[in-house]
């Protein structure tokens, strides 16, 4: 009985990925008479929306950018081990090794995360404390927050750039005296949860951004504030219990 032990590709010769070819893997720019084609969809990690006009670079000077629905497509690609680069102003780069069959077609997804996200943990907490995140930051107005768990606001004139409330988390309004104001400078993709307290104080929000909501929106009041136009959007999941909207047409950020 014996057997043999393949580094490379049996049929076009090009680089697995074992550490004993490894410099060859990331230098070499041979051509290939075995093409490839790589397709999938570049989406925005938190909220799992598209992200459009993100650049997708590939080993050997391939390159294309996704389009409005996050799709790419790269064709005549050598086989073998491609390191695929996704770039898109405001998100981190991404870059991860891709190992392509000759003759094949096959799909690669991306998960790109916006710059400046913070994170809650998943016990949550109170906004302020800056036990209730990773990292111990407190959410300052150039952040992105991904709610991981249920998270109440204590103080008045809290700020963030974006927030995402994912499934089975929650946003609150943890007074029980007064309507306190939220600011945030784009959108809000709720997932999970959005309430006010026991005694019927809303979460009052001055939104410049969308509101996405796939989950339920308990109790908050929404301006909008800006000249630009704003939307509302809801997924099949998505449910608003009592939602009280205003439009304040000032160009500034009340």
């Not at 991306?110 to 809650?120: A, C, D, K, W």
């Not at 988390?169 to 006010?196: E, K, P, R």
């Amino acid at each position: 009985c014996s057997s043999d032990l393949l580094f490379d590709d049996n049929t076009t010769g090009a680089g697995d990925g074992y550490a004993i070819d490894f410099v060859k893997l990331l230098v070499n720019t041979k051509s290939y008479s075995y093409k490839a084609k790589a397709y999938g969809y570049i989406k925005d990690s938190v909220t799992n929306q598209p992200v459009g006009n993100a650049l997708i670079y590939t080993t050997g000077n391939r390159s294309t950018y996704s389009d409005k629905n996050g799709y790419y497509l790269l064709d005549s690609l050598p086989a073998g081990i491609s390191l695929f680069s996704v770039i898109k102003a405001g998100y981190d780069t991404l870059t991860r090794l891709v190992d392509i069959t000759a003759n094949d077609s096959v799909q690669y997804d991306f998960r790109v995360l916006r710059e400046n996200t913070i994170f809650s943990t998943t016990t949550g907490g109170n906004w302020s404390d800056t036990l209730t995140w990773i990292g111990h930051v407190a959410p300052a107005d150039t952040n992105n927050v991904v709610i991981q768990g249920d998270v109440d606001v204590r103080v008045d004139k809290v700020r963030c750039k974006s927030i995402a409330i994912n499934t089975n988390c929650s946003l609150s309004l943890g007074h029980i005296y007064n309507d306190f104001l939220f600011y945030v400078n784009g959108n809000i993709f709720n997932n999970g949860t959005v309430l006010g307290d026991p005694q019927g104080h809303n979460l009052s929000v001055i939104l410049k951004g969308n509101i996405i909501n796939n989950g339920l929106w308990e109790s908050a009041s929404v301006f909008f504030a800006g000249k630009q136009n704003n939307n509302i959007e809801m997924g099949n999941s998505g449910l608003f219990k009592y939602i009280y909207i205003m439009k304040e047409d000032s160009t500034t950020f009340l």
